[in-house]
């Protein structure tokens, strides 16, 4: 009899705890908002979006196509960073089968694009380049904080093993 206890309890514990390792991560973090891993830093791209929505002078535009492309390339520089720390991450994390890997990616997404959401909660959205400009701060700015979440716990976890 307790020998069937402990096989039935051994094949409990393979089960519930091989749950987590057979679930799989993506390779990349895909949070889901507008426009995401889409956004043109290129000088070209930003006079072309600031010509196309103002009628200003050639001083003024060519200044506003640097504003709009100073807030794409903090965008495009935070998703490159957090998709970098994030293969990180993954890698670091995997290798434990105790821990359900895929929820807290699943939970990260939710935190990053509900920063995002919070953010445009509190903006009134500002006007000409300004729509830009200031969606691509609030998404950098999101980003950062879940790049710099998962840095953290990941040298962390390193440091303990």
Not at 58 to 79: I, L, P, Q, S, W
Request: hydrophobic share 45%; with cysteine; proline share 2%.
């Amino acid at each position: 009899m307790l020998r069937k206890i402990t096989l039935a309890a051994l094949a409990l514990v393979f089960l519930v705890g091989g749950a987590h390792a057979e679930t799989a991560v993506p390779d990349s973090l895909v949070i889901g908002y507008d426009h995401e891993g889409k956004i043109d830093a290129s000088p070209q791209a930003c006079l072309a979006h600031v010509k196309e929505i103002t009628a200003w002078d050639k001083a003024m535009t060519d200044k506003g196509a640097k504003d709009v492309c100073a807030a794409r390339k903090r965008h495009v520089e935070a998703y490159a960073a957090l998709q970098a720390n994030y293969k990180s991450f993954v890698k670091a994390f995997s290798v434990d089968r105790r821990l359900d890997l895929p929820s807290a990616v699943s939970n990260l997404k939710v935190l990053i694009k509900a920063c995002i959401d919070h953010k445009f909660g509190l903006t009134t959205g500002g006007h000409n380049i300004r729509i830009d400009i200031i969606e691509n701060e609030i998404a950098a700015e999101c980003l950062v904080l879940g790049s710099n979440l998962i840095k953290g716990e990941t040298a962390k976890y390193k440091a303990l093993r």
